[in-house]
Structures are given as C-alpha cells and as structure tokens.
C-alpha cells in the first residue's frame, strides 16, 4: 500500500526510508530552518537554504518568470544539484520545506520530496546529526522548464472566481483570512474562498496526516477532486 494511503506518495519521504538511504548520492538534502537552528544541529550533509523570506508581490508572468529565474541561479549557488532527487525538509512538515518543493516542481524538476515530520520526526527516531556546516558543491546551471500550469497570477484567479468548479483555499492562519492582521497591503481574504490553514493538515507529531483523514476534512468543505483549487 502507498505511504499513508498517498495517491502521489513520491512527493514525500519517511524518516525511516530516509535513515536507510542516507548515503544515497542520488539524494541531495536540503535544510531550511534558520541558520542558528542548522548549526546547532542538522541531518548529516544536508545543505542550508532558508528561503522564508523570499516572495513577490507582482505575479503576473514577465515578473514571475523573473524570480523564478532568480530561485534557479540561487539553487545552483547553494549547491543543489539538479541530477539528484531533491528532499526537503524543516522542524515539521511545515510551509518551508513544501515551499522548496513547490519551487522544484514550479521549475519543472520533478524529482523532489519532502521529510515527512520534518527535524523533530528525524530527532525522535534516533536519525544521526552533525554540526558540522557542508560547504555547496559546484554543481551546474540549474535548468528551467517552466511548469506554468503550477502557478495562477491574480488576474486569472479575479476571471474565475465565479466559475461553479473553481475553489480559492487560504491557507493562512485564522486572524489572517478574518482580517484581524494584515500581512499584506489590505486584510482581509479573496471573496468566497474556502479557509483551512495549512497546520490542520498536519498530525499532533507536526508530520502530515494519512490521506483518509485529509480527504475526509477537506470534502467537509466542499473540496472534491473534480473541482479546480487555488491555494494561497
């Protein structure tokens, strides 16, 4: 049976399968916590690339393809190696970590995983841990083979939000979406959009739930596989 009941199981990897191939050379680990929590401890030649802070405001094509150009050129300087399965991974399960791997497949590198439980899940299994930095190989260009279909700028989601099939899933927390804190320019959330945040797909451990249970919180809210979802 597939990870969890996973219908795409390949996106994520377990900390078991993870300490049994950790030696694996078709593996290339990245670590995104901040700097501080990577030095005091991280998976055994794992590299270092916290990207919380990069973002864009204007994400009409020509300025996306812009910055995605940019995470590229700043994958190859850290040294992630585009020949490898990439596996990403933070304290949990969390918004970083999945973050990398939307960039990874944004791009068009499909061989790209996230650490399910992330460091904590890691720790509690007794996985190996160094403090010792690793220094980015040399690695060449990373390649873009642009997977637009991943992303929809704000033009396209204010064209469909009356369409019946197409759903706008905020994913933030819950002051955010009731515009009780603005971390944008307006508060506030786009009109009709269904508000599950991102923590409730994740287990009391930080590690992402079985599919039976995601499935069954998110038909709860009128989120079925035939319908168009827009995550933000």
Known sequence: MAYKGYVNPQLVISVEDLKSNLNDESFCIVDTRPTHEYISGHIPGALHLDLFGLSLINTRKEMFDTFMWMIAYLFQQRGLDHTKTIIWYENISGTKASRGLWFCECLGHSKTRV??????????????????????????????????????????????????????????????????????????????????????????????????????????????????????
């Not at 010792?132 to 469909?160: L, Q, R, Y």
């Not at 955010?176 to 959330?189: D, L």
């Open 115 to 232: 650490l399910d439980g992330g460091y904590k899940a890691w720790v509690a299994a007794d996985g190996p841990v160094s403090t010792e930095g690793v220094v980015p190989p040399n690695v060449s260009e990373f390649p873009i083979e642009a997977k637009h279909e991943t992303h929809m700028d704000a033009d396209v989601i204010h064209a469909s939000l009356n369409q019946e099939n197409f759903i706008s899933l905020d994913t933030r927390t819950d002051d955010e979406h009731y515009g009780r804190v603005a971390r944008a320019e307006r508060a506030g959330a786009i009109p009709s959009s269904i508000h599950i945040e991102w923590i409730n797909n994740l287990d009391e451990t930080g590690a992402f739930k079985p599919a039976d249970k995601l499935r069954e919180m998110y038909a709860a809210a009128g989120i079925t596989p035939e319908k168009q979802v827009m995550c933000y």
